[in-house]
């Protein structure tokens, strides 16, 4: 909640699940925006204000769920292309899923670097800069996080969910470069 001259306003955010972040996750992610931050121009800085930013353990707090994300890949002739995607933050990454078929994949296949954005009215702003990884949902290494996909989704679509999975969406992991946060409370 907000305060507005007096008037509580009510924050958008990501749907509420657990967190799944292990102290290592939070201690990368920290770095992660430590060093991001360091390495911003002034203009930046003056928006970006120390105030202004989330730790990393505030940032997941706010990122539970399902997060709409405005994903920008790179066309052949050095374009970028801006779509939405279903973003999860996940033990420190953002992922988000597309289907095998989409020019974002191929764009991905061709060029992984990726930004994307999270932004929640104007209370707060996520944006990361990186490659874009595919991965497999259904490798028993990304267990955890397929657990979470079914955690968000099954609720939303019913069980059959689990069947859209399986046949055959991507699954892509933004191994961030920077990342960077702003939260506000009143307008920026």
């Known amino acids: ?12 955010r990501c749907t509420v ?38 730790s990393a353990e505030e940032l997941i707090s706010r990122l539970q769920g399902m997060c709409l994300l405005a994903l920008a890949t790179v066309t052949r002739d050095c374009r970028p292309l801006i779509g939405p995607v279903d973003g999860i933050f996940y033990r420190g990454a953002f992922y988000f899923g597309s289907s095998p078929a989409s020019i974002r994949l191929r764009h991905i296949a061709r060029r992984p ?29 990304v267990a955890g996080f397929r657990r979470t996909l079914l955690d968000v989704y099954v609720p939303r679509y019913g069980p059959a969910w689990e069947e859209f999975l399986d046949s055959g969406p991507v699954y892509v992991r933004i191994e961030a470069d920077r990342m960077f946060t702003l939260s506000s409370d009143g307008a920026l």
Do not use: F, W
Request: with cysteine; glycine share 8%.
């Open 17 to 54: 699940r657990h967190m799944h972040e292990t102290n290592a996750d939070l201690a990368y992610l920290q770095g992660l925006l430590d060093r991001s931050y360091d390495s911003a121009g002034p203009h930046l800085r003056t928006v970006i204000t120390p105030e202004r930013r989330l």
């Open 1 to 12: 909640m907000l305060m507005n001259g007096g008037e509580v306003l009510s924050v958008p």
């Open 113 to 141: 670097q990726v930004s994307a954005t999270h932004l929640s009215g104007e209370a707060l702003a996520v944006t990361v800069h990186g490659r874009a990884v595919p991965i497999d949902v259904c490798s028993k290494l």
